[in-house]
């Protein structure tokens, strides 16, 4: 049984349905994860979460890409195939670019927190061997 129960499992057809129909980059992001949790099963989930943590994911936008690290870290070791991106992510100089040519204070601890989210996707997709 999902982990919602039986009315939860009814909407993840509903879910489906809206992600498949849209290309909203935040849109994708919350229905994925929404659809995760409400039916415990990653299928549909992880392939849209993978697209958007991309960084050239289409219709992008840097906040929703943190969002899909974040989610695919709670999803865990099924999202194994993420770790190329986000290792590709941590080796950047510059996560977070405002397009203003100089980096602002507020970009930086964007920047900051952002390589947070990723370490801590990447430590609970495959945490270190002890």
Same mark, same amino acid.
């Given at each position: 049984m999902t982990p919602g129960g039986p009315? *939860?499992? !009814?909407?993840? %057809?509903?879910?489906?349905? !809206? #992600?498949?129909? &849209?290309?909203?980059? +935040?849109? !994708? $992001?919350?229905?994925?994860?929404? #659809? +995760?949790r409400v039916s415990g099963d990653h299928s549909d989930a992880l392939p849209a979460l993978l697209d958007q943590a991309r960084a050239d994911a289409p219709g992008g936008n840097w906040r929703a !890409? *943190?969002?899909? #690290?974040?989610? #695919? %870290?709670?999803?865990? &070791?099924?999202?194994?195939? $993420?770790?190329?991106t986000i290792d590709a992510f941590l080796d950047q100089d510059h996560r977070v670019l405002s397009g203003l040519g100089g980096r602002t204070g507020h970009e930086l601890a964007d920047d900051l927190h952002c390589q947070t989210i990723a370490m801590r996707a990447r430590h609970r997709i495959a945490p270190p061997l002890r």
């Open positions: 009315f *939860f499992h !009814r909407m993840a %057809g509903s879910l489906q349905d !809206r #992600l498949a129909a &849209t290309s909203h980059a +935040w849109e !994708r $992001v919350e229905l994925a994860h929404a #659809l +995760w !890409r *943190f969002i899909a #690290l974040e989610y #695919l %870290g709670h999803i865990g &070791t099924p999202a194994l195939s $993420v770790l190329p």
